[in-house]
């Protein structure tokens, strides 16, 4: 008993065009083609997009309205200024703390003159 006709045609046609098919899937060509394909309506979609946010962006310029990207940059401004807030005021509660007990040392001797001299 032999194999299925529909068998021996596929295994005719693998034999003929397997080999080929192995060495151009091996190829650097190979990885080339298959990473611009996959990756070309990416990068495509990214181009597309990037031109309507500008003509949006200038749009919204022209209506004196923040667009995204203002708002993007002015949210980094901030996020910057708030750290350096942060910074500053950790010195800010050491000075303030100092200057307590600098006063609290200047008027000790005050508050102990003026004992003495209700106290006699």
């Known amino acids: ?5 529909w068998r021996e045609v596929f295994d005719k046609v693998e034999r003929a065009i397997g080999a ?3 060495d151009a899937v091996a ?3 190979y990885g080339t083609a298959v990473s ?3 990756k070309g309506p990416a990068a495509v979609q990214r181009a597309v997009r ?3 946010d500008n003509k949006l962006a200038a749009v ?5 309205v923040p667009a995204h990207t203002d708002v993007q940059r002015l949210s980094k ?3 910057v200024l708030a750290s350096e807030v942060r910074a500053l005021s950790l010195p800010a509660d050491r000075i303030s703390t100092y200057v307590e007990q600098r006063q609290a040392e200047l008027d000790a001797p005050k508050k102990r003159a003026i004992g003495s001299v209700d106290g006699a």
């Open 1 to 5: 008993m032999g194999l299925p006709g």
């Open 27 to 29: 190829s650097p060509r």
């Open 50 to 52: 990037r031109q309507i």
């Open 77 to 79: 401004q901030l996020t």
């Open 36 to 38: 611009f394909w996959v």
């Open 60 to 64: 919204l310029h022209l209506l004196n």
């Open 20 to 22: 080929p098919l192995e």
